[in-house]
């Protein structure tokens, strides 16, 4: 049984280029959630989706961040536009029906040059 | 913002010693629950604790919660070199909703 698959692992982008970010869910699992990781920190809650609907996006910067979580393939994080505050590392999480425990996944380190 | 508050920030002991670890939060909570996250890797989950429980075990951890003083504890007995890892707690307010983390302790397990 794979684990939440989350790809690349490690991405580098210029400022004002966009990342995507992937996650492969559990399989079984509809709910999907993004954190931020930023050094020396906790992770920070950004959005949080079933299949084909965002649930809560009450941690996501306004601007610039989109998340998307469609009927087939991969949930995706896209960051538009890059700036240096965004290096960080990026984790999604999964569950089955939104009940607790998440299932993590090891996370996309992003650097901004 | 940070719900949870993990002390101390850093701990470090002898392989063999317990190691106790607290957190303190500030709303009312559905659960709290303990991550470990190993270098560069992602969070690996621990333990759950529910609002009407007030310990639990699993293995070599016991996590306490007091929703009087909006706190919980974890233990981990005889520990070893391979339990060097970042300890979070997290909160969930309601049953289904997103958690909410602490900054984390850095344990060191001296071999």
């Known amino acids: 049984n794979a684990g939440v698959m989350q790809n690349p692992r490690h991405l580098v982008r210029r400022r004002g280029q966009e990342a995507r970010l992937r996650c492969s869910p559990m399989?079984?699992?509809?709910?999907v959630y993004w954190y931020r990781q930023l050094p020396e920190e906790g992770l920070k809650f950004m959005v949080y989706l079933q299949k084909e609907n965002i649930i809560d996006e009450s941690g996501m910067p306004k601007e610039r961040f989109s998340a998307e979580f469609p009927k087939e393939g991969p949930s995706i994080l896209r960051i538009q536009q890059v700036v240096r505050g965004d290096s960080a590392a990026y984790f999604c999480?999964?569950?089955?029906?939104?009940?607790?425990?998440?299932?993590f996944g090891d996370g996309t380190r992003l650097s901004i040059l | 913002s940070q719900q949870g508050e993990e002390d101390p920030q850093a701990l470090s002991i002898q392989e063999g010693e317990n190691a106790t670890m607290n957190c303190s939060y500030k709303?009312?909570?559905?659960?709290l629950q303990w991550y470990r996250q190993n270098s560069g890797r992602g969070l690996v989950h621990l333990i759950l604790i529910r609002s009407n429980e007030r310990e639990k075990h699993s293995g070599r951890l016991r996590v306490t919660l007091d929703t009087s003083k909006k706190s919980s504890s974890l233990l981990i007995t005889a520990s070893r070199a391979a339990d060097t890892a970042s300890y979070f707690c997290?909160?969930?307010?309601?049953?289904?909703?997103?958690?909410?983390f602490g900054k984390g302790i850095t344990l060191s397990v001296r071999p």
């Open positions: 997290a909160t969930v307010p309601g049953a289904n909703s997103k958690l909410t």
């Open positions: 999480a999964s569950s089955p029906d939104g009940a607790q425990p998440q299932h």
């Open positions: 709303t009312s909570i559905n659960n």
């Open positions: 399989k079984g699992h509809s709910h």
